[in-house]
């Protein structure tokens, strides 16, 4: 290690951010860099632990004491070089990644853990200004030809290893612009879209080329697919939103979140709706879903003035501490957060069961009828299930309801009914074996949500990694595409 007293020398510390007033006020990312001291400081704090467990509770495998190492050191070229060996994209996971790295930390246990992420984010940029992010695709090419359906982290990544390898890759997308929920999904405040673009760019110059508009299973037939390319690569996502079948659900004011999302994200690029207009200004606004998705509404609702800003969830408020069921070094997911968009303004209620949508005499939402619930758990503290609270209903205003409480599985119609793939007993797509990522059909292959359901961006970009691998290997009998020994020791 650079400096192998700094756990002890030096507290955690993170870039400052604008203050939530400066932040509502624009669309754009709002937290800062470290100072070089700083930097060196934080890339200091990483420990001589022997067994580096941050390193299996990366979906990546990250080789992080490694690169902190080299930031250390100052040595960004080398830090950029271990760093790129695992993550295409650290541009990405350095802004979004809600860090299984830092929960695996071995300092951690007894102190804050390394700020991985923010050194992560901070090397990818170094790189990019120095101009080591180059093409990488090899001048000769093996003559292979690979489709693959989705530009979000998973298609991408798979996209970038494959034209490293030598093949020629094509990437179908239904949008207008590439991206996935890197475009479309996450706002601008947490990830600007120049970084999106910034990253096509190098991928275009690679070799990969992008069909926009283009949804395979209507503007073209799943076979037409199998036909012209040596092999497919499935990573549409999980598209099929968890609904509320409530009481008034048909009621004008209530729309899924991610539909809300896209459509802000085109707003702030200046690009044309396409739906009718969701604003939340001047509005009593709802969120239901304690995800980041539901994260993700509350700042962009802020962003748009609205009147008031509330967010649900149906279990009971965690502790700020780790539970006794998910002890180091797993990822805690039962833990009390604060994000940044709840820093902005938020009401957030726990333990609180939606019963009805309530309209007014114009038949648009007005309320929400809710009820308190009381969880049964287990020894462990572990939810087992709820009873409402009997004297607890209540109407709360409300004219624009936000459905953030997940996805439930890729779409079947068009594509994957083309296909005739066979799904598990969620409604993903079925692999062979967890580490052949190969469907039911010959030479498809299938990565992130639409293989594994709703997930993390980190593991899509994993699970593109591994897919293309797959597939090097299946097309050329051998393949000098690394590989982890373990996808996500912890995951």
């Not at 283009?214 to 549409?236: K, N, S, Y």
């Not at 758990?377 to 209903?393: H, Q, Y």
């Not at 692999?431 to 030479?443: I, K, R």
């Amino acid at each position: 290690m650079g400096n192998s007293t700094g756990f002890k020398e030096f507290q955690r510390e993170l870039p400052a951010k604008a203050t939530p007033q400066e932040r509502i006020a624009h669309n754009r990312e709002f937290v800062g860099q470290y100072a070089d001291t700083q930097l060196r400081q934080q890339s200091g704090r990483c420990m001589e632990c022997g067994i580096p467990f941050c390193h299996a509770g990366c979906p990546l495998g990250n080789i992080i004491p490694e690169f902190n190492d080299a930031v250390y050191r100052q040595d960004w070229e080398q830090a950029y070089q271990i760093l790129s060996s695992t993550n295409n994209f650290p541009e990405f996971t350095g802004r979004i990644c809600p860090a299984p790295c830092e929960s695996a930390c071995v300092l951690g246990i007894h102190a804050a853990p390394v700020a991985i992420e923010e050194i992560e984010k901070h090397i990818i940029e170094i790189a990019f200004e120095k101009g080591y992010v180059q093409p990488t695709a090899p001048i000769l090419k093996t003559g292979k030809t690979v489709a693959v359906v989705g530009s979000g982290p998973a298609g991408l990544a798979a996209s970038a290893q494959l034209v490293r390898a030598g093949h020629t890759v094509t990437v179908f997308e239904r949008d207008d612009r590439p991206g996935g929920l890197l475009r479309y999904g996450i706002p601008d405040f947490k990830l600007d879209k120049w970084v999106v673009d910034r990253r096509l760019r190098v991928l275009e110059e690679d070799g990969v080329v992008f069909r926009c508009n283009t949804e395979v299973g209507r503007d073209i037939a799943a076979a037409e697919l199998q036909q012209q390319f040596d092999a497919v690569v499935l990573a549409g996502g999980a598209l099929v939103p968890k609904d509320l079948p409530l009481p008034g659900r048909e009621l004008p004011g209530i729309h899924f979140a991610m539909d809300y999302l896209t459509q802000h994200n085109r707003r702030v690029s200046g690009l044309p709706l396409l739906e009718a207009e969701i604003q939340a200004t001047g509005l009593d606004v709802v969120v239901i879903g304690s995800g980041d998705t539901g994260s993700d509404c509350v700042g962009t609702a802020n962003r748009q003035q609205a009147r008031s800003v509330t967010q649900f969830a149906l279990m009971h408020q965690p502790a700020p501490e780790r539970p006794h069921f998910e002890p180091w070094p797993h990822y805690p997911t039962a833990m009390f957060r604060t994000s940044t968009s709840h820093e902005e303004g938020c009401q957030r209620y726990w333990g609180i069961n939606t019963k009805a949508f309530l309209g007014d005499e114009n038949g648009r939402l007005r309320a929400l009828l809710v009820t308190d619930v009381t969880w049964e758990t287990d020894v462990l503290g572990r939810r087992l299930a709820f009873a409402e609270i009997e004297g607890s209903e209540r109407e709360i205003p409300c004219q624009l309801a936000l459905l953030a409480l997940g996805f439930a599985s890729p779409r079947y119609e068009g594509l994957l009914e083309q296909l005739g793939v066979a799904l598990d007993d969620r409604g993903n797509v079925r692999t062979t074996s967890d580490a052949a990522f190969l469907t039911s059909q010959p030479n498809v292959f299938v990565a992130g949500d639409m293989r594994r359901g709703q997930s993390l961006v980190v593991w899509a970009i994993s699970e593109g990694r591994e897919a293309a691998r797959q597939v090097d290997l299946l097309l050329t009998g051998k393949t000098a595409l690394p590989s982890k020994d373990a996808v996500g020791m912890f995951g």
